[in-house]
């Protein structure tokens, strides 16, 4: 089956900066990718769904300014979680849509 | 806005048994209806898709149904094994914008 990559796994960060979040579509072009949120023990919240050479579209509840969402090609989009803080620390999963959606593998996000 | 619900929260079962897990969503108007396996820290793995026309979908030891007019799934596993043991995930693909809505995961123990 269709392949989706994501990096870094696992990422440990200080409060204020940064991180960067890519998935990748290994075998396939995917021109619409979602991002999701999972906290311990909770279920997968959709953040925003990219769409390859537009703007992200967010969800309620979710800071479009705070999350950046750049989907710049079919295979690649990037979640960049500006400003993190402690709050932010969660398990970060996209999904690329071809004739179904597969998931990657996630990011654990852990902000300090 | 449709909910996704999943019961029970947790099932630990002895080796052998068949079991049930349900899945229940408040709008039946559903584009289809996919269930997925989730292992600790990892990513999800689609396990069965269920399109709004069809009424179940079988895959080796499971089998999946849908009855959308009472907004209800079930994922039926046959003689669990130990290697079962995971949190099992019902998500409702809404419309052909291909965002899907997680329930919150039945967390399954298949006991030696």
């Known amino acids: 089956g269709a392949v989706v990559s994501q990096h870094p796994s696992w990422v440990i960060c200080k409060s204020g900066t940064s991180v960067k979040i890519e998935c990748r579509s290994l075998?396939?072009?995917?021109?619409?990718m979602f991002w999701y949120r999972q906290f311990p023990k909770q279920s997968l919240m959709l953040m925003a769904t990219?769409?390859?050479?537009?703007?992200?579209?967010?969800e309620q509840g979710v800071e479009k300014d705070k999350f950046l969402i750049n989907h710049a090609s079919l295979t690649l989009s990037t979640l960049t979680v500006t400003s993190a803080h402690p709050e932010d620390s969660s398990f970060y999963i996209c999904?690329?849509?071809?004739?179904?959606?597969?998931f990657g593998p996630g990011t654990r996000l852990t902000v300090l | 806005k449709q909910e996704v619900t999943q019961i029970p929260a947790a099932l630990s079962v002895p080796e052998g048994e068949n079991l049930v897990l349900n899945c229940s969503f408040t709008d039946s108007a559903i584009y289809n209806l996919q269930w997925f396996r989730q292992d600790p820290g990892k990513g999800l793995t689609s396990l069965l898709l269920?399109?709004?026309?069809?009424r179940e979908q079988t895959s080796g030891r499971l089998n999946a149904s849908l009855d959308k007019s009472s907004g209800r799934s079930t994922l039926y596993i046959a003689a669990s094994q130990p290697g079962d043991s995971a949190t099992y995930l019902c998500a409702v693909g809404a419309d052909s914008s291909y965002k899907l809505i997680f329930g919150s995961g039945t967390r399954l123990l298949v006991r030696p």
């Open positions: 999904s690329a849509h071809t004739d179904t959606q597969y």
């Open positions: 075998d396939f072009q995917a021109t619409t």
């Open positions: 269920i399109q709004s026309s069809q």
């Open positions: 990219s769409n390859e050479g537009s703007k992200a579209t967010y």
